[in-house]
């Protein structure tokens, strides 16, 4: 009877070791920016919450701008309206809150105009696009290639920002 509860208690020592280093090995899936860029692009909701949760188990500074733009950006494949709403509220108040906390922050900016520029207009978030615009044009070549690349992306489809409006001669 002793060996069996040793037995017992080996096994589910071993399964809970197993289990925490597969947790641990999934958390710790490193924070790409142009991973987040090309999730942000994409659309696939599976990719957005898989790019969540890397987020979520990152150590990054100020990282509630990165999930709040996640959230804002799975509202738009959710249903029903009242869900939609419940993820854009929640994923404005942290990238708002990223912003307060690092207004200087260039990434924030953009990701705030992106939003702004897509969002329905019911939402009234529309604001600070100019003041975004001029952020983002006025600091473009502080940014690191991946994020510089992500805008020069999205102003392929954007009435807002265009290439032109960057030197991108670094």
């Known amino acids: 009877m002793k060996i069996d509860i040793q037995w017992k208690m080996v096994t589910i020592s071993a399964l809970l070791m197993i ?3 597969i947790k641990t090995s999934f958390a710790q899936q490193k924070f790409d920016k142009a991973a987040f860029y090309d999730v942000m692009a994409s659309g696939d909701m599976d990719a957005i919450n898989t790019e969540i949760n890397i987020v979520e188990d990152a150590s990054l500074n100020n990282k509630e701008g990165y999930e709040g733009a996640l959230l804002i950006r799975k509202a738009g494949f959710v249903t029903p309206a009242k ?3 419940k993820y854009f ?3 404005r108040i942290k990238l708002e809150m990223a912003l307060i906390a690092d207004s200087e922050n260039t ?3 953009f990701l705030r105009l992106t939003i702004e520029e ?3 207009k019911i939402v009234k978030y529309h604001a600070d696009i100019e003041k975004d615009k001029l952020f983002v044009q006025t600091h473009f ?3 690191s290639p991946s994020v ?3 805008i020069l992306n999205y102003c392929k489809k954007s009435k807002i920002l265009h290439a ?3 030197s991108v001669g670094s």
């Open 148 to 150: 510089k690349q992500a």
């Open 107 to 109: 990434e924030f900016h």
């Open 83 to 85: 869900k939609k709403l």
């Open 141 to 143: 070549q502080n940014l």
């Open 89 to 91: 509220k929640e994923g």
């Open 164 to 166: 032109e409006d960057f």
């Open 19 to 21: 289990f925490v280093f």
């Open 118 to 120: 897509n969002a329905p």
